[in-house]
């Protein structure tokens, strides 16, 4: 009776409907000494989940070097933060050194002039220059004026 019944949890067991009592069951009877011939293949599958079920995880690194290791991540973080902020503000000193240094010779030179008609010309050539740029950009509002313009019609929103 007992080999007929052990013969029906394997078959349940392969066939995956077996309960937690019932593997239980057959690890216990595969780790006995007295197992039939025909299912001594099965006694390393219901062994090794035997022993595999009395392991148990140990973590293997300590909480003390985890902590170590966080403590040194964060000086390393700090360490590569602070180098940064300092090229940062290096190149800050510098290119304000630079630019200072282009506008104080800009400065020199006002562009002044004594005759007041000859600085009545320059200002009505900076003006014109100014209004021909300016006519370009107005020119390529138009085109979009005109192209919103056909999409209406063509869409009809």
Request: cysteine-free; hydrophobic content about 35%; proline content about 2%.
């Amino acid at each position: 009776m007992e080999l007929n019944k052990i013969e029906l949890l394997v078959e349940k067991y392969f066939q995956g409907e077996s309960s937690i009592a019932e593997e239980n069951e057959l690890r216990t009877y595969f780790s006995s000494l007295h197992v039939a011939q025909h299912l001594e293949q099965y006694k390393p599958l219901f062994g090794y989940l035997s022993l595999a079920a009395d392991q148990k995880f140990a973590p293997e690194i300590a909480l003390d070097s985890k902590q170590d290791f966080q403590n040194e991540f964060k000086k390393r973080k700090v360490t590569w933060l602070s180098i940064a902020a300092s090229v940062v503000v290096l190149m800050g000193i510098g290119t304000y050194g630079y630019y200072n240094d282009e506008f104080e010779k800009g400065k020199q030179n006002l562009g002044t002039y004594d005759d007041p008609e000859l600085a009545f010309r320059q200002t009505q050539k900076a003006l014109a220059l100014l209004s021909n740029h300016v006519n370009v950009g107005i020119e390529s509002v138009k085109y979009i004026e005109e192209y919103q313009e056909s999409k209406e019609l063509i869409f009809k929103q």
